[in-house]
């Protein structure tokens, strides 16, 4: 019974919450988390790059005067070395989370109603033209 009554008391203070997030402020959480979302990826991509990047450059050097000297079967030149150091899909993540950039900032210039509204008559319009 006390279990039953401290539920109905916490969806009581929950339906009287007058926590309401309004439309623009939603709009600027989502601005917001993305901006701190590219921070993380860009700063784990520049801490990755700076950890690899000097056993990576002594990797190349090493390869490449190899390379240098010709081929020579009992010392044949490893490429395995540098290219298990490069990880290219945090430098694609962070590459393409850049680009995105400037689109973000359409969350406050668009009214999603109209939006919505357009591409249900855009449907509607192509669904008559098929039938």
Known sequence: MIIFQKHGLIRSLVSQSSFVVST?????LIVICYYIFLQVVS??????SKQ?????????????????????????CSRSGFENLINP??????????LLTPTV???????YSKVKK???RYSRKKRDIQV
Do not use: W
């Open 24 to 28: 623009a402020e939603k709009k600027l």
């Open 43 to 48: 700063f784990a991509h520049f801490s990755i």
């Open 52 to 76: 690899v990047g000097n056993e990576l450059n002594k990797q190349l050097t090493e390869y490449f005067l190899c390379e240098q000297s010709g081929y020579d079967p009992a010392r044949p």
């Open 89 to 98: 899909g945090v430098a694609f993540m962070s590459f393409i989370i850049g």
């Open 105 to 111: 900032n359409f969350v406050f210039v668009i009214d």
């Open 118 to 120: 357009y591409l249900t």
